[in-house]
C-alpha cells in the first residue's frame, strides 16, 4: 500500500527531526546550565530566568522525542512473556497495548487543547521575578507530540499487528 508507506515515512521522518531539534535544546539547556554556574561562580551573580527556561524546557524536550521513542521501540517494554507466546497471540497483545498508549495520548492531547488555546489568548506565563516564560510554547509542543505519538502508535500497529505473518514482532524495523 503505497499510502502506508508514505504515512510510515512521514512518521519516521518528522519524528527523527523533532528528536534532533530535542537533542540541540538539550544540549542550549546544559550550556546554559553551565555558563549560569560559572556566573554564579565567577561573578557572584546567577543568569536571571535560567530556572523557568530549564523547568519548560524538560517538558518539552520530553515531548519532542517522544514520537522517536515509540518508532524506535525505546519505550518501556517487558517482552519476556510475549516473546514464549504463538505469534498470534502476540499480535493481539502488542494491538491491545499500542490501543492503550494511543488512548493515553489521546486523553492528554484532548485536555491539553483548551489550556493551549487559553494560553495563547491570554498571554499566560510562567514564572515570577527576572523571566516570565509564556506557557502557550509548551502546551503547544505537548499537544503535538502527543499527536504525533498518537500517530506512531498506530503506525506500529499497523507494522506489528496487521503486518505479514511470517515476521515476528521483535524483528520489525525501527526508523
Known amino acids: 500500500m503505497p499510502v502506508l508507506r508514505y504515512v510510515i515515512r512521514f512518521s519516521d521522518q518528522l519524528s527523527k527531526v523533532m528528536m534532533i531539534l530535542a537533542a540541540v ?17 565567577v561573578v557572584g551573580r546567577a543568569i536571571p530566568g535560567v530556572r523557568e527556561l530549564v523547568i519548560s524546557s524538560i517538558v518539552m524536550i520530553v515531548y519532542l522525542q517522544l514520537g522517536y521513542a515509540i518508532r524506535s521501540r525505546s519505550m518501556l517494554c517487558s517482552d519476556t512473556l510475549l516473546l514464549a507466546l504463538p505469534v498470534t497471540l502476540q499480535r ?18 484532548r485536555g491539553t487543547i483548551d489550556p493551549t ?3 495563547w489568548n491570554t498571554g499566560e506565563f510562567w514564572g515570577e521575578g ?7 510554547p509548551t502546551r503547544l509542543v505537548v499537544l503535538f507530540g ?3 505519538a498518537i500517530l506512531n502508535y498506530v503506525v506500529a500497529a499497523l507494522i506489528d499487528v496487521l503486518g505479514p505473518e511470517d515476521r515476528p514482532p521483535e524483528a520489525a524495523e525501527a526508523p
Do not use: K, Q, T
Not at 535544546?25 to 561562580?41: F, H, K, Q, R, T
Open 92 to 109: 493481539l497483545l502488542l494491538g491491545i497495548g499500542y490501543l492503550l498508549g494511543a488512548a493515553f495520548f489521546l486523553m492528554i492531547m
Open 146 to 148: 502527543s499527536a504525533l
Open 130 to 136: 527576572a523571566l516570565r516564560v509564556p506557557v502557550w
Open 25 to 41: 535544546w538539550a544540549l542550549g539547556l546544559s550550556v546554559l546550565i553551565v555558563a549560569d554556574i560559572a556566573a554564579n561562580n
Open 117 to 119: 488555546v487559553y494560553a
